[in-house]
């Protein structure tokens, strides 16, 4: 059965700094893996979406990587705002699974402090 | 277009009692997917549907049942509900078709509380 595992489970730091949001994963076999951002009381906010065959994605201060055969994944946030603070989750989608649904891991609550 | 659309987004019930949670989505979507959310055990799937007429248990699939409408409408019903399954719930969608990244929308959930 596949587990995925964020670490850390919450994180604070002053603004401007740079971070990394770790993900790990049991079984190597993935489709893809999508990072999310949620708000408290709110849904999921997809950022960005890595596939196996891929290293990396990024968007404006976000870079996502990826190594499959270690089943690993990180999560950059480049020069931080306190409009980043959220719970990021990581999720992955099996391979050959067809329309099965993601596998989560419980997320890292992050604060950025003014 | 909305995206994922989910009525209500609060609900109380008694032990016991019946409801339905409404999802639909406006992407023309072939696959739809319910999940909870529990404090400390991240998201866990209860049911998809991986195409109009199909339904499938996830990890979690006691205590519910769900009808795939039409290609839109995905509902889960909790036909007796219980104090354990108070959470938030959330409906999301993915297309299949065509090709990759595949990648999953989610609704602003449902929290429910099973008193």
């Known amino acids: 059965k596949q587990e995925v595992t964020q670490i850390p489970a919450a994180l604070s730091v002053p603004e401007g700094e740079n971070l990394v949001l770790n993900c790990s994963f049991t079984d190597s076999a993935i489709y893809n893996l999508q990072w999310f951002r949620q708000d408290p009381g709110k849904g999921l906010t997809s950022l960005l979406l890595i596939q196996s065959s891929q290293r990396e994605q990024t968007s404006g201060r976000l870079n996502a990587s990826l190594d499959k055969s270690s089943g690993r994944s990180t999560l950059y946030i480049a020069a931080s705002q306190p409009g980043d603070s959220a719970t990021y989750l990581c999720?992955?989608?099996?391979?050959?699974?067809?329309?099965?649904?993601?596998?989560f891991g419980k997320g890292t609550h992050l604060i950025i402090q003014p | 277009n909305a995206g994922v659309t989910q009525t209500p987004k609060f609900q109380v019930l008694k032990t016991g009692q019946s409801m339905t949670l409404q999802c639909a989505q406006d992407m023309n979507h072939n696959s739809m997917y319910w999940y909870r959310q529990d404090p400390g055990m991240g998201l866990r799937l209860i049911y998809y549907s991986a195409s109009e007429g199909t339904t499938d248990k996830g990890e979690v699939p006691n205590g519910y049942n769900v009808s795939r409408l039409n290609k839109r409408e995905f509902s889960l019903r909790l036909e007796s509900a219980a104090p354990s399954q108070t959470s938030v719930y959330f409906c999301?969608?993915?297309?299949?078709?065509?090709?990759?990244?595949?990648?999953?929308?989610f609704g602003p959930g449902t929290r429910l509380t099973v008193t």
């Open positions: 999301a969608s993915t297309s299949f078709v065509g090709l990759p990244p595949y990648e999953q929308y």
């Open positions: 999720a992955v989608r099996l391979a050959g699974g067809g329309a099965d649904g993601l596998t």
